[in-house]
T-cell receptor, first 115, second 112 residues
């Protein structure tokens, strides 16, 4: 069966510090991968998605970036965190985007607090 | 008008009640509809999936889609305290570029 891991689970970082969040998926090949941010009262905001190694689409312009160095690894980064980057970051995977392949399965999330 | 609208609640019901959660949407191209359940400080988990119009039942849960009204519902029968969570609707048109569009979620509390 497929499993998705995220780490760290929680993170407290000062403003201006760098960020690296990691997501890995097991039990499937060539998944679509997604990074979301969930802030109170704002729902799930899609940040990036990837349909393959090295292929990243950005949905929201910001100081975050994403990379996919391996088929089942997705990394979210920032060079300098802002207060507004605080939130709950969720990684998700799907088989594809067509039809029912678009069902997305979420990881446990990383709670980021920027002080 | 936002693509997907969902009443954020909170919704508080007594144990055993029937719960109705709803979303409306504006894009008539949406064909795939999902409900996710998210417990506090956890990632969302897929609860129900429905294609096009109609009903789908799974235990105490029933998902209903009315495409003519652009309205979807999730019914929970015999609600339990363990059902206390935030419920998010999600939908897509299913095309190759069709990412999921999520509602903001409804927070449900079932009181024993």
């Amino acid at each position: 069966s497929q499993t998705i891991h995220q780490w760290p689970a929680t993170l407290v970082q000062p403003v201006g510090s760098p960020l690296s969040l990691e997501c890995t998926v097991e039990g499937t090949s060539n998944p679509n991968l997604y990074w979301y941010r969930q802030a109170a009262g704002r729902g799930l905001q899609l940040l990036f998605y990837s349909v393959g190694i090295g292929q990243i689409s950005s949905e929201v312009p910001q100081n975050l970036s994403a990379s996919r160095p391996q088929d089942r690894q997705f990394i979210l980064s920032s060079k300098k965190l802002l207060l507004s980057d605080s939130g709950f970051y969720l990684c998700a995977w799907s088989v594809g985007t067509s039809g029912r392949n678009n069902e997305q399965f979420f990881g446990p999330g990383t709670r980021l607090t920027v002080l | 008008q936002k693509e997907v609208e969902q009443d954020p609640g909170p919704l508080s019901v007594p144990e055993g009640a029937i719960v109705s959660l709803n979303c409306t949407y504006s894009n008539s191209a949406f064909q795939y509809f999902m409900w996710y359940r998210q417990y506090s400080r956890k990632g969302p988990e897929l609860l129900m999936y429905t294609y096009s119009s109609g009903n789908k039942e799974d235990g105490r849960f029933t998902a209903q889609v009315d495409k003519s009204s652009k309205y979807i519902s999730l019914f929970i029968r015999d609600s339990q305290p363990s059902d206390s969570a935030t419920y998010l609707c999600a939908m897509s048109h299913g095309g190759s570029q069709g990412n999921l569009i999520f509602g903001k979620g409804t927070k449900l509390s079932v009181k024993p």
